[in-house]
């Protein structure tokens, strides 16, 4: 089949520059989504034991991905040089797949955003009941209670009568004896404060990946009409 492709610029009448442009974009969003993995994952790592494997997975899936995105643009570089149908077939190919990966994380982010405070609350309890014996149970709860201003895990009547000092505000040039109680304590419970903030690292995750699934969508549909370009169309080759 010929086509006259005129005066077309060259970005569109090659298949290697049109190849290498859609690949140079798969190629950023491959930088990206480990880089929002790994911020993710060292953010929530913090609160190791207060949270599920799904906290994990979420920004291990998307390391991952990116990881196999960058793995995926080495050979959509090459199908641009080449030329080759069966390389530039296999790169469109392996992009419907991104596809329904990127898709996979904007499902997965979205559904955490609403269910995390839920997610959270039986780890909480679990390790609230190890307070006083354990010390980085309990460094980890006074740091919590103390920068979320949260007390327990639905509210302060979850310690009963031995309420922590950390879940009362003191100010400065405050002179001991401090006792911290029911009436001066902070009245919301933890797993709503941190559900809140993990709700909102989940939307912006979210948020990413339905972006980058649309350009996904339109890349990948790129990738193909290159495809049958490359295996039916008489293209400019560069040497």
């Not at 480990?34 to 190791?48: A, C, E, F, R, S």
Request: neutral net charge; charged residues 15%; hydrophobic residues 45%.
């Amino acid at each position: 089949m010929n086509i006259n492709i005129g005066s077309t610029p060259k970005l569109f009448k090659s298949v290697r520059y049109s190849l290498a442009a859609v690949n140079s974009i798969f190629l950023i969003k491959g930088i990206i989504l480990p880089i929002l993995g790994v911020t993710y994952l060292v953010k929530h790592n913090v609160y190791d034991q207060l949270i599920t494997n799904r906290f994990i997975n979420l920004p291990a899936f998307t390391i991952a991905t990116g990881v196999l995105i960058l793995a995926i643009a080495v050979l959509g570089y090459y199908g641009a040089f080449s030329e080759k149908f069966y390389v530039v077939a296999g790169y469109a190919s392996l992009m419907v797949v991104i596809f329904v990966f990127e898709m996979t994380i904007t499902i997965i982010a979205f559904d955490l955003r609403n269910s995390s405070a839920t997610a959270i609350r039986t780890p909480m309890v679990e390790s609230m009941n190890l307070y006083e014996a354990r010390r980085d149970i309990a460094r980890l709860w006074d740091d919590l209670q103390m920068s979320f201003e949260c007390c327990g895990v639905s509210g302060r009547h979850d310690w009963s009568n031995r309420i922590p000092i950390s879940c009362c505000h003191i100010d400065y040039g405050t002179i001991s004896p401090f006792q911290c109680n029911i009436s001066n304590s902070y009245p919301t419970g933890c797993a709503s404060a941190l559900g809140g903030w993990f709700s909102t690292n989940a939307h912006v995750m979210g948020t990413f990946a339905a972006v980058f699934t649309s350009i996904q969508a339109l890349l990948t549909a790129m990738s193909g009409w290159l495809a049958w370009r490359a295996k039916f169309e008489e293209v400019e080759l560069e040497s």
